[in-house]
Nanobody
Framework: QVQLVESGGGLVQPGGSLRLSCTVS????????IAWFRQAPGKEREGVSC????????GYASSVKGRFTISRDNAKNTVYLQMNSLKPEDTAIYYC???????????????WGQGTQVTVSS
């Protein structure tokens, strides 16, 4: 059974950092590309970052480039999103997603986690 579980969200002040985790089961992050999306209140879900399993290539939305870093730990079957220099506009529910088939980004959005809330506020 395919499962993705996000964790690591919380309340942080502007300029702060958080590290989100996406721990998966039913497949391996070593063989499957994983993407992070986010959805802010009243806005559409938007892509944040993606990491390919084939060669480790990463991609970022322009709004987070230089501040966020995606990585994976094959041994823990987990993908991380390190978020630095957080801004109030980063406030959203963050989701990880995959199709369990693609080894390169972009991925299909067949499976989603439940999301983790990130709130950036003073």
């Amino acid at each position: 059974q395919v499962q993705l579980v996000e964790s690591g969200g919380g309340l942080v002040q502007p300029g702060g950092s958080l590290r989100l985790s996406c721990t998966v089961s039913g497949f391996t992050v070593e063989s499957t590309a994983i993407a992070w999306f986010r959805q802010a209140p009243g806005k559409e879900r938007e892509g944040v970052s993606c990491i390919s399993s084939s060669d480790g290539t990463t991609g970022y939305a322009s709004s987070v480039k230089g501040r966020f870093t995606i990585s994976r730990d094959n041994a823990k079957n987990t993908v991380y999103l390190q978020m630095n220099s957080l801004k109030p506009e980063d406030t959203a529910i963050y989701y990880c997603t995959t199709d369990t088939i693609s080894s390169s980004c972009p991925v299909g959005y067949d499976y989603w986690g439940q999301g983790t809330q990130v709130t950036v506020s003073s």
